[in-house]
């Protein structure tokens, strides 16, 4: 199994365009996590989905972002317009889900998506 | 919202020498765990506690867990140049699989 994987590694926008950032879980796990990481906030957790159905988009910034899974595989992370603030390394990160809804085996990171808006 | 705290923040060593790090969190957990990260790369996962248990051992990696004092610690033993990274604690509460992280602790082994 390749792992995790995300697109693009590096992503050079202008402010107001849209972003796309996409990610291919591993199969047979059934969570999908999105991260973004800054250097003053640490990791964030923007939303989580579980059989492709959103459990919890609180940490989502603002309607900018959206979230989808469109089948059990694979993820988008969009943001329309971006702005600068957006500039982060973006991650997403499979797990399996044991029944309670813990995970035992903890999270398989992507190696993310440093994403720049100028 | 960050839930656990990592202490030191930054930590700088000889290669052969032990490594330990803190991790503080603030409210019942379901399980700890402590993760890695080479710069520039994702994090990788090293180790996981439940809240009933108190020690656990992989390789040169130990970690405690005292629920009471809400606090977890990371040994790494014999450390290499290799350990270079940084280290993460994230905690999972309720019965939620979601995982919040600390800011980590920047580990330097210099050879």
């Known amino acids: 199994d390749a792992g995790v994987i995300q697109s693009p590694r590096h992503e050079v926008t202008e402010m107001g365009q849209e972003v796309t950032l996409r990610c291919k879980l591993i199969?047979?796990?059934?969570?999908l996590f999105w991260y973004r990481q800054t250097m003053m906030r640490g990791l964030e957790l923007l939303i989580y989905?579980?059989?492709?159905?959103?459990?919890?988009d609180s940490g989502m910034p603002e309607d900018r972002f959206s979230a989808k899974m469109p089948n059990a595989s694979f993820s988008t992370l969009k943001i329309q317009p971006s702005e600068p603030r957006d500039s982060a390394v973006y991650f997403c990160?499979?797990?399996?889900?044991?029944?309670?809804?813990?995970?035992?085996?903890?999270?398989?990171f992507g190696s993310g998506t440093r994403l720049t808006v100028v | 919202s960050q839930q656990g705290e990592e202490d030191p923040q930054a930590l700088s060593i000889q290669e052969g020498e032990n490594a330990t790090m803190n991790c503080s969190y603030k409210?019942?957990?379901?399980?700890l765990q402590w993760y890695r990260q080479n710069s520039g790369r994702g994090l990788v996962h090293l180790i996981l506690?439940?809240?009933?248990?108190r020690e656990k051992h992989s390789g040169r990696l130990r970690v405690t867990l005292d629920t009471s004092k809400k606090s977890s610690s990371l040994l790494i033993t014999a450390s290499r140049a290799a350990d270079t990274a940084s280290y993460f604690c994230?905690?999972?509460?309720?019965?939620?699989?979601?995982?919040?992280f600390g800011k980590g602790t920047k580990l330097t082994v210099n050879p």
């Open positions: 990160a499979s797990s399996s889900r044991m029944t309670g809804g813990q995970s035992s085996y903890g999270y398989t």
């Open positions: 199969s047979g796990h059934n969570s």
């Open positions: 989905f579980n059989n492709n159905v959103p459990i919890d």
């Open positions: 409210t019942s957990i379901n399980n």
């Open positions: 506690i439940r809240s009933n248990e």
């Open positions: 994230a905690t999972s509460e309720g019965g939620s699989e979601k995982l919040v």
